[in-house]
């Protein structure tokens, strides 16, 4: 028996995690889609009074069913629906990537699937091979759209327990066109059978004018979930609070699997108070919207391969050898990340000057690669 003793399935594996590299090496970091624009002095005060308050009942357990920030949450995505959300139809955790964990934890499992599609979050996978939940993948097409009819027969053919959709896709940045949503759940359910349908819009609030999110189809489809995160557009990923919206028997049932108070004091009340600044946190969004069209518009003009974006971030292409290319421009401080089908890379939209620095150091790494090649 090798030491420790882990699972057989787990063993030789490394974890999850883009390469980290310190802000000396790499000043402009645009590979893990964070928002670069940090809170204000006035949101910055106001979590740390939120904090000092919460700090003086520590000594308590927070409250399991985190009430508040539940209703506060509502509120927030009432805005994207004209049926509106209740608190009863929320739950949140420690960061998406927790709440969607908590639905295969009580959703998956042995004897049960889960389903996505590639190029897609990497993590999908991995919830599934943690909860024992047999993993299944079906394909996009060339541009990185779903074939609605064959994605469809798949989810019908093998029922899965879980289906996972981002929309915009990572690291892909393709939204879903609305009739997807309605189709899946439909091929989802029936027969005595309903699986769910996880709608990931951990980038929703960058989607482009006109399309809607999928929380306006809850009221059409019980087995809907859509995820949320503060973690991109919200400029609070260190925060690690993370959300969806379902039908309340979804959420009952994911209390059941919950790790007692899982979301601490400290965590509620700074979520609290970061959702007071939200005008102020989504402010930059449309800034960052209108940068990806650019960066769009600039790789395309360089002669490459761009997917379509309506997230944060552009998958872009391709190249022969992609790690050289990724290497060069880390040689000139600029981080992205090498992700997604060989031969692309995927960088995250950051301020116009670190977009700047990002493309002189691209044409410069292009150029000599192609020197090497030549040579
Ligand atoms: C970044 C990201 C998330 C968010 O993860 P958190 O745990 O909320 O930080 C979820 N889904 C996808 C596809 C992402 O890229």
Redo the contacts with the bound molecule.
Sequence with gaps: MTFPPLREELRGLQPYGAPQVSTEQAPVQLNT?ENPYGPSAACIADIATAVAEAATTLNRYPDREHVALRTALAAYLSRDTPRGVVPEQVWAAN???EVMLQLLQAFGGPGRSALSFAPT?SMYPEYARDTSTAWVQGRRADDFSLDLDAAAALVREQRPSVVLL?SPN?PTGTALPPEAVGRLCEAASGDGWDGLVVV?E?YGEFRRAGVPSALELLPQHRNLVVTR?M??AFAA?GLRL?YLAADPAICDAIRVVRLPYHLSAVTQAAALAALRHAEELLGRVDELRAERDETVSWLRAQGLRVADSDANFVLFGTFADRHAVWQRLLDRGVLVREVGPEGWLRVSVGTADEMQTFKQALTQAMAEVMEEDAS
């Design positions: 889609n960061g998406s990537n979050y981002p990572n990931d951990a995160t973690s991109k990923a993370g």
